[in-house]
């Protein structure tokens, strides 16, 4: 006979604990925990012919029931490496607004033209708004059907009658089932609720996109074991008032998790975006001071982005470090540098610091385009529109290499880009000619934005910036 006993649940790791605690003892939280009743089982024993599931060798499995499916949709194939496995369970997360329901509807359009139907279960939504949206898109297919249901027995009664090739909860802290405790959106609902859909999706073999908040942090809402349970974490990124967005994959049981996937918000929907670094420099103001183009790496994909920089005097004692896309942290490092190895100081002066476009770069390769905008714009001098900088700084003011520079200096050359202020180590790269320096002063002193380089001899033209601006042939 099962009894039910009362444990303490954090809201935000999932640990549980026989009281309330002000603090999460495993993940730190305060005022985390919630009261939960759960049911307790004795253990039990299995009875002899009870059906079960029997071993069988790993080589007779075939292996055809793997194989991923095409989404229909390019940038979210190049993140899961092709397509949706199924039996899979994919959780996708992100930011109210940035268009997690704009883009698993179009998954659900593009697979639906491919033959079978889906469905589309929406929690959140009435229908009418549901169409509404299917209208803008051009998604209305009779094969795409939908469903308002939050009760999770009618959500799994749904899928078993439709049997569709595609199966999305939008979302899945709206699920509620009667049988556990607690409201739509608690820890034991959303757990219980992830935990039968995903056994669902295994017994069927469908494959199902759970849509999840996330907190005010960022984070996916929920307990940590949501993320557990799935196969696949998605998450969509971006500033939702720039029409840039990026799908990254936290978790990925069927492929490799470096690899992103770039949209265009319009208003026909998420529009894939092949050729990013075009995009991104699209609107950019070339020789300006303050601005410098750098090449990331990003999955396995080169970025051109332009990382900007400006500094105002300001009569406060404690000025203002602002960034945008970029970690407050690095940029307070590469200013004490700048202050230390190149004597420029910033005592009297804010400093703003972003990458234009509404991406987030976490790149250390970055860090000397960020140097080079800083001091540009001190000294009101430009890099030339066709040169860019790439290189990470330590804290001695050395110009260090970074991860695959042949790749991200192709990319620039391929972009039209005739010069490169690089580390001293970096090869040679055809079509792109490399400007090669070993620290941070030398880097400002060959851009102009210093009287002169450590032995650099006076009247040397390589150090007072008309080098990085003769006409190349």
Known sequence: MSRTRVRHRCGACGASAPQWLGRCPDCGE???????????????????????????????????????????????????????????????????????????????????????????????????????RAGRLSALDPGLLVVAETRLPEVLAAAYDVKPVLLVVDSIQAVHDPESTGGPGSVAQVRDCASALVRFAKETGLATILIGHVTKEGALAGPRVL???????????????????????????????????????????????????????????????????TAVVDGSRPLLVEVQALTATTASPHPRRSTRGLDGSRLEMLLAVLTQRAKIAFTAEDVYASVTGGIRVTDTGADLALALAIAGVRANRALPGTTLALGEIGLGGEIRQVAHAPRRLGEAARMGFRRAVVPESTPDVPGIRLERVVTVEEALALAGMLARAPGAASGDSRYDGSHLHAVIE
């Open 30 to 132: 305060w005022g985390s925990l919630v009261e939960e009743i759960e049911s307790v089982s004795p253990g039990l024993v299995p009875r002899p012919g009870a059906a079960r599931a029997r071993p069988v060798p790993l080589a007779e499995i075939d292996e055809r029931g793997g194989v991923r499916r095409s989404t229909g949709v390019a940038e979210v194939d190049r993140v899961l490496g092709g397509g949706l496995v199924p039996g899979s369970v994919t959780l996708l997360g992100g930011e109210p607004g940035i268009g997690k329901s704009t883009v698993a509807l179009q998954m659900l359009m593009a697979t639906c033209a491919s033959g079978g139907p889906v469905l589309l279960v929406s929690a959140e939504e009435s229908p009418e708004q549901v169409r509404l």
């Open 227 to 293: 993320e557990h349970v799935v196969d696949t974490v998605l998450t969509f990124e971006g500033d939702r008032h720039h029409a840039v967005r990026m799908l990254r994959a936290s978790k990925h049981r069927f492929g490799p998790t470096d690899e992103i996937g770039l949209f265009e918000m319009t208003a026909g929907g998420m529009r894939g975006v092949p050729d990013a670094s075009s995009f991104l420099l699209a609107d950019r103001r070339p020789a300006a001071p303050g601005s410098v183009v």
